[in-house]
């Protein structure tokens, strides 16, 4: 009886005699299992393999097991696709570095100086992926300790190495005509897109013609799921601006004069296929530098967004509303990284003390 084993990695390679050979891993960049393929001799190493693998990662022994378990739980699976991913990369390093790490030694004071210790070798090359990697590692041991995995989590609460320089990242008018005089015309509407919702890069490209009915648009923010059980995930309902409209419906119109159905998202490459993230990514940075415009990046849209509708005169719960950011996070977005030196917004509210002066 032959049985099926799940997971069994086949790799085959040419010989120097120019004949070919398969191999048989236990999993993918698992041990090779040298025994002849359908034999109980195959069978039995496979058995075996799987067995010190399981062994070797007990979320009691080790930090390995507590990755496997953080990345099975539904802690892990209800973050977004780009989270999830960023994530997975960041996991890798860290557990290179402490994989082996015996989960008992958390409660020794020394611990966390060491955690923090590596956090600055990291530091050196870049302060920015040190704290986002040493906060992969403090969200994973909180969940696990609330679950009694381990005993303690010694990198809670360690600050932050990285000071954002991002005051003054909005894109001004000048940077905005520049973007739509130099980009490739199939990005000019992801740009007015991004200006007239304020929503993020991932929503944007997966964005169906669904969503838009002729005046709104409805989406469901991919980010920002909530992760209280049975809560639903934000929705959020953008009433559609002239320019943006204008856009959208030419675009609609044109597919009805040649004839063709609405693709599935509104966002297309050059070829007319939809976005991947890491496709968008390249294309809007490439266009970016024949722009001209240094320094600013697609996220950068979303605050500057929210910096616009302050300048108009919206107020913080307005402005939460279109873009779904939490009330809190729009007053941080303008009191600490877009509005103290925007000369733009004292103008206005000047203007506004000299018009009420005249009534």
């Known amino acids: 009886m032959r049985v099926n084993l799940k997971g069994v990695h086949r790799v085959r390679k040419k010989l120097a005699s120019g004949l070919y050979a398969t191999y048989y891993y236990a999993w993918r960049g698992g041990p090779r299992i040298e025994a002849k393929f359908g034999t109980p001799e195959f069978h039995q190493a496979y058995v075996t393999a799987h067995n010190e693998r399981k062994n070797r ?22 973050l977004a696709p780009r989270t999830r991913k960023d994530y997975g990369k960041h996991l890798r390093f860290i557990e290179t570095e402490f994989g082996d790490f015996p989960t008992g030694a958390l409660g020794d004071p020394r611990t966390r100086g060491e955690f923090l210790a590596w956090r600055d070798r990291i ?40 000071q954002s320089g991002r005051v003054d990242s909005v894109w001004k008018d000048g940077d905005e005509d520049a973007f739509y005089r130099h980009a490739p015309p199939h990005l000019h509407l992801a740009m ?10 991932g929503d944007l490209i997966n964005l169906p013609w669904t969503a838009y009915d002729g005046a709104e648009i409805r989406l469901t923010q991919g980010k920002t799921k909530s992760k209280v059980k ?12 002239a320019p943006l409209k204008l856009a959208l419906d030419a675009l609609k119109a044109r597919y009805d004069v040649e004839g063709k159905s609405l693709p599935a998202t509104i966002l297309l490459t050059e070829r007319g296929q939809s976005w991947t993230s890491d496709g968008f990514r ?38 939460a509303t279109i873009t779904g950011h939490s009330l809190k996070d729009v ?19 000047i203007s506004k003390l000299e018009n009420r002066g005249k009534l």
Request: charge should be positive; charged fraction near 25%; proline fraction near 4%.
């Open 57 to 78: 990662h007990k979320p009691s022994d080790t930090l390995n097991g507590v990755f496997r378990a953080f990345e099975q739980s539904t802690d892990y699976t209800r």
């Open 123 to 162: 530091a050196g090359t870049s302060e920015r992926t040190a704290d986002y990697r040493f906060a992969v590692l403090a969200r994973i041991l909180a969940w696990a300790l609330d679950r009694g995995l381990v005993i303690a989590n010694p990198c809670k609460r360690p600050g932050r190495l990285y």
């Open 192 to 201: 007015t897109l991004a200006l007239w919702t304020g929503q993020r890069q």
């Open 230 to 241: 049975n809560r639903k995930p934000k929705r959020v309902i953008v009433p559609v601006g």
């Open 282 to 319: 390249t294309s809007w940075r490439k266009a970016c530098v024949k722009a001209g415009v240094a320094g600013l990046t697609f996220h950068d849209l979303r605050g500057t967004v929210v910096t616009r509708l302050a300048i108009a005169g919206a107020s913080v719960p307005q402005i």
């Open 331 to 349: 007053e941080t977005i303008l009191d600490t990284h877009y509005l103290k030196r925007d000369s733009e917004m004292a103008e206005t509210a």
